[in-house]
């Protein structure tokens, strides 16, 4: 059993199947990508991960407990922390501050913010802050204002942002999306990095095939709402339904 379980969902929008018995197993320290073209079901599928659809049926469960009915944030406490196609960051706050914000976030669901007193104290939020924009190699730019970054370092702090919470698992929609080929690179050496330091689950929604087979362990390709099929990269390179429906000559 994997540590996320996707099993026969379904979801429909008036008369659209957006996802069709959709079942998916991503195990415990991989990589798992999920492909396909637009309108194949990524951000349904992406949503009732999250919180933010419920499906019509069937369940989803992470390490072993159902996210269905709850919150957003409630789905983060329990140690899913995404990371979303913009970057989601306080642009008008320091990248150091930007850091130290989901420190007041504590795993029974409550937040300390706005006055009162944090789970940790100023110090020690700072200095966990700081040693996680060092493990992301950020720690030069800590006092620099977030809006005078570049894309691709604003998804690198959205990634420290992540990581200061010690998650069990990143949901990655499309990061590298707007990227120039220096920061997607970029991007693809600090999640090799990250998963080499953290062995943390990394679940991936992505158009880029580039970025696809320089991470994934196992690829699920989504068709119209359900799964193709399901492989490691070597095996959905050569696969003749994926080369015709998905991939072409672009992989």
Do not use: W
């Not at 300390?112 to 110090?123: A, E, P, T």
């Amino acid at each position: 059993m994997g540590i996320l379980e996707v099993k026969g969902v379904n979801k429909r929008f008036g008369g659209l199947q957006a996802l069709g018995d959709v079942n998916l197993s991503v195990q415990e320290n991989t990589v798992h990508a999920i492909i396909g073209p637009n309108g194949a079901g990524k951000s349904t599928l992406l949503n009732c991960l999250v919180g933010k659809l419920i499906p019509d049926s069937g369940s989803v469960s992470f390490d072993g407990q159902s996210v269905l009915g709850r919150s957003p944030f409630a789905i983060n406490q329990m140690g899913i922390s995404r990371v979303f196609q913009t970057p989601e960051i306080f642009s008008d706050l320091t990248v150091l501050e930007n850091v130290m914000i989901p420190c007041f976030a504590r795993r029974d669901g409550t937040f300390k913010l706005n006055g009162i007193r944090s789970v940790m104290s100023q110090n020690d939020m700072r200095a966990k802050a700081m040693a996680m924009l060092e493990d992301v190699n950020m720690a030069d730019k800590a006092t620099m204002h977030a809006a005078a970054m570049s894309r691709g370092d604003k998804r690198r702090l959205e990634m420290a942002m992540c990581l200061v919470q010690d998650p069990k698992m990143l949901l990655l929609d499309e990061p590298t999306a707007g990227m120039a080929r220096a920061d997607t690179n970029n991007t693809i050496d600090l999640l090799k990095e990250i998963k080499e330091k953290r062995n943390i689950t990394i679940a991936i929604i992505e158009h880029d095939m580039h970025v696809v087979f320089s991470l994934a362990e196992r690829i699920t390709v989504l068709a119209q709402g359900t799964p193709l099929v399901e492989d490691t990269p070597e095996n959905i390179k050569g696969h003749p339904k994926v080369q015709e429906a998905y991939l072409g000559g672009n992989h």
